[in-house]
């Protein structure tokens, strides 16, 4: 077993040695308890997110030539009056 410390505020100090006592336990045994329901609740992360990569899509390209698309915009504001 290994040997910790921990700072705790004074209040929460009190108040789990006194939870402690109430349930006959030590501090140390409480504390180890509160540890593995804290850990069963937030289980360990999958192993590496390392291996995992952006997915690539493959859609084939541009279908429609740069110039098109410029005069195809150009054309939409003149028509909708945004360029003079």
């Known amino acids: 077993m290994t040997r910790t410390q921990i700072q705790l505020p004074d209040d ?22 509160g540890l593995e329901l804290f850990l ?5 992360a999958p192993a590496s997110r390392a291996d995992w990569s952006t997915p ?13 698309l410029r005069k195809i915009a150009a054309d939409d504001e003149a028509t909708r009056g945004l360029r003079s």
Do not use: D, N, Q, W
């Open 12 to 33: 929460l100090y009190r108040r789990a040695k006194r939870v402690a006592a109430e349930r006959e336990l030590s501090l140390a045994e409480m504390t180890r308890r």
């Open 40 to 44: 069963a609740r937030f289980p360990e």
């Open 56 to 68: 690539v899509v493959r859609c084939g390209g541009i279908k429609v030539p740069l110039a098109r």
